[in-house]
T-cell receptor, first 114, second 113 residues
Framework: EDKVVQSPLSLVVHEGDTVTLNCSYE??????LLWYKQEKKAPTFLFMLTSSGIEKKSGRLSSILDKKELFSILNITATQTGDSAVYLC??????????????FGTGTRLKVLA | GAGVSQSPSNKVTEKGKDVELRCDPI?????LYWYRQSLGQGLEFLIYFQGNSAPDKSGLPSDRFSAERTGGSVSTLTIQRTQQEDSAVYLCASSLNPDNEQFFGPGTRLTVL
């Protein structure tokens, strides 16, 4: 059964701390891994990772994929209260038929205290 | 439009009634996705459309669920004979094509009494 597991489930840090969020996956026909930030209802896209070992960066956020060990990490440096959210990762599957499927983890709830 | 829109934003219905949820994707986006998010849970992928066609409907939770897309634009998700376990936030997303990032709508919160 395809699955995506995120850890930790929740995390409380203070402003300025650095956090690392983990996402491991076990899926067939893996195509890419995606990270989203969900503050209220609609998740917003952060990163899409397709190749192993290539770090993607956006400001204080960065992410990398390890396709051998089947995991990805999302790093946030110098955290701010505005980083408080649920962070979701998803494995995108591409079947040989050409159809797609997405498997999401349950998310990591991050709370940054002032 | 500027973003993905969904209607209604909230829907309260009685068990056994049918409901229809609507999604307007970003103009020009060929791919459209439906997800369900139950309280405290991650996103459950339901179905996606490439154009007007849904290549795989196996993610729909039961035969009470159906979805269609017309004109390569608006999509509706219909739930027949609603049950209390259908209560959730239903999210729609669209992307330029299936290999691109998805943009999510604000969701429809469905409550079945």
């Amino acid at each position: 059964e395809d699955k995506v597991v995120q850890s930790p489930l929740s995390l409380v840090v203070h402003e300025g701390d650095t956090v690392t969020l983990n996402c491991s996956y076990e899926v067939t026909n893996f195509r890419s891994l995606l990270w989203y930030k969900q503050e209220k209802k609609a998740p917003t896209f952060l990163f899409m990772l397709t190749s192993s070992g290539i770090e993607k960066k956006s400001g204080r956020l960065s992410s990398i994929l390890d396709k051998k060990e089947l995991f990805s990490i999302l790093n946030i440096t110098a955290t701010q209260t505005g980083d408080s959210a649920v962070y979701l990762c998803a494995a995108r599957i591409l079947y040989t038929s050409g159809t797609y499927k997405y498997i999401f983890g349950t998310g990591t709830r991050l709370k940054v205290l002032a | 439009g500027a973003g993905v829109s969904q209607s209604p934003s909230n829907k309260v219905t009685e068990k056994g009634k049918d409901v229809e949820l609507r999604c307007d994707p970003i103009s020009g986006h060929t791919a459209l996705y439906w997800y369900r998010q139950s309280l405290g849970q991650g996103l459950e992928f339901l179905i996606y459309f490439q154009g007007n066609s849904a290549p795989d409907k196996s993610g729909l939770p039961s035969d009470r669920f159906s979805a269609e897309r017309t004109g390569g634009s608006v999509s509706t998700l219909t739930i027949q004979r609603t049950q209390q376990e259908d209560s959730a936030v239903y999210l729609c997303a669209s992307s330029l094509n299936p290999d691109n990032e998805q943009f999510f709508g604000p969701g429809t919160r469905l409550t079945v009494l």
